[in-house]
């Protein structure tokens, strides 16, 4: 009944350019993919719930002409172009009670393809090179992230920690930037994260957290836009925090496309009462021209139907090992304030799939802050920094994790993802090159670092 009515408010006879000035947007931006719902709830994925409780559909601008991304299925959205601008990734439901699964479609026409076999749902997909794809599957209630080999059907998950996980975006330099709460496993606000598409080195884009961020997008500058408390701001690569976007005034969903001239679509509404509309802006100018509208539902996630530069292939640094090794090369390198040598050690936690959370063990931190573990791989890792009497100097709100056979070095504890290392050898590895093993196993350590 939800997929009818849904068809029914967006009947191909409802969808018009508004005005003259609408009609002129449209030669700026010839051909774009949109999703209309009569409700979205943008941030349902936080709680393991549904963005579209009654339903969604893909539709495809041409010019003048508007038509179904793809016919006979109960509900389509997330959208996604390839790279050579010929094919669609989208997470589609063929009739209102299926899961949602991930589908691709060619823009010259052809029966769709289905990708996945979810128990649950598969939402958000990405292209990713080499023939991958990425998205999130709901598993137990949870979305995770998982990346997919369109030629073995292999997949790989990519995320470990508790909580929810929503891709967002697959950068130029290769990385899949996604959206979780801050902390990972907490009840924060979501907050913008990365990570390689083997899973290792994730880590907070920035670390000025504070106010909801999602549905980003890398514009061509570079620079990651997105949805800051229903306003607009951008990271920037020469700034450590986030920068506000003076836009015209109302709400804005984010899922920013940026057209080959520079001219932003984006979903905007005036207020929380009404229903988004995609919007064409200039950015630095005062006002907004009307693209697309509906009167009765949302209309969102404009894509823009174009080639695109491939994103950087990610060779694996991955070892075939049990575990995996971390390097701290100073924990004094921290938005934290610490006393000179009052860090003594440091204690490694894990969380238990019935969400208890344990120790594993303590290690020795030198006189410089630096240290050097084992911990085990594929599960949630948290960090406390000990002082000599045992007593906690600051410890993780949060969980990250680390691959089997990872070897990551961090240059402080919470220092930032833009701080630079000092040029020193760290004491830790003039005494052994061999990690600590805080594993929680009691058998002696068998791998070791180079």
């Known amino acids: 009944m939800a997929a009818r009515s849904i068809l029914a408010c967006v009947s191909l006879f409802a969808f018009g350019f508004v005005s003259t000035a609408s009609r002129t947007a449209s030669a700026d931006i010839p051909s774009f993919l949109y999703t209309v719902a009569t409700q979205y709830e943008a941030l349902a994925w936080v709680h393991g719930s549904e963005r579209f409780p009654s339903g969604a559909k893909i539709f495809v601008s041409e010019e003048s002409e508007r038509h179904l991304l793809v016919a006979g299925f109960a509900a389509s959205a997330d959208p996604s172009v390839s790279f050579d601008g010929q094919h669609v990734l989208f997470a589609g439901k063929q009739s209102e009670h299926d899961a949602w699964q991930i589908w691709e479609t060619s823009l010259s026409g052809g029966e769709p393809r289905r990708l996945t076999s979810c128990a649950e749902d598969c939402i ?31 997949a790989m998950s990519l995320t470990y920690g508790p909580g929810n996980f929503l891709p967002a975006d697959v950068l130029l330099d290769g990385r899949v930037l996604f959206e979780s709460s801050f902390p990972i496993g907490g009840n924060g606000n979501p907050e913008l994260y990365t990570v390689y598409s083997d899973g290792s080195g994730v880590e907070s884009y920035r670390c000025d957290h504070s106010r909801a961020r999602h549905q980003a997008k890398q514009i061509r500058s570079g620079d990651i836009v997105f949805s800051a408390n229903s306003a607009l701001a951008k990271f920037t690569s020469s700034r450590a925090r986030q920068i506000p976007i003076t836009t015209p005034a109302g709400e804005y969903a984010g899922d920013v496309a940026e057209s080959a001239s520079g001219n932003w679509l984006l979903p905007w509404r005036a207020s929380g009462k009404d229903f988004f509309q995609l919007m064409l802006w200039t950015p630095g100018t005062p006002q907004l021209r009307t693209v697309l509208k509906e009167q009765d539902a949302h209309v969102i996630e404009p894509t823009l139907i174009r080639e695109r530069p491939a994103p950087n292939r990610h ?41 208890t959370t344990n120790a594993l063990g303590t290690a020795r931190v030198e006189r410089d802050g630096s240290f050097f573990v084992q911990v085990p791989n594929d599960r949630p890792v948290q960090i406390e920094l000990l002082d000599s009497a045992g007593k906690t100097l600051k410890r993780e709100s949060g969980f990250f994790w680390m691959r089997r056979g990872e070897q990551r070095v961090c240059v402080g504890c919470h220092a930032g993802p833009e701080t630079a290392p000092e040029n020193a050898v760290p004491m830790i590895l003039l005494k052994s090159t061999t990690p600590a093993d805080l594993t929680g196993a009691s058998a002696p350590n068998t791998s070791g670092g180079h």
Do not use: M
Request: charged letters at 20%; aromatic letters at 12%.
């Open 315 to 355: 060779p694996s640094g991955l070892h075939d090992w049990p575990n995996a090794n971390l390097l701290c090369l100073n924990a004094y390198t921290s938005q934290y304030q610490f006393a000179a040598e009052s860090i003594h050690s440091v204690r490694v936690y894990t969380k238990s799939e019935d969400g």
């Open 124 to 154: 958000r997909p990405f292209y990713l090179p080499d023939d991958r794809i990425v998205y999130a599957q709901k598993a137990s209630g949870r979305f995770t992230i998982e990346a997919l080999s369109l030629a073995d059907s292999k």
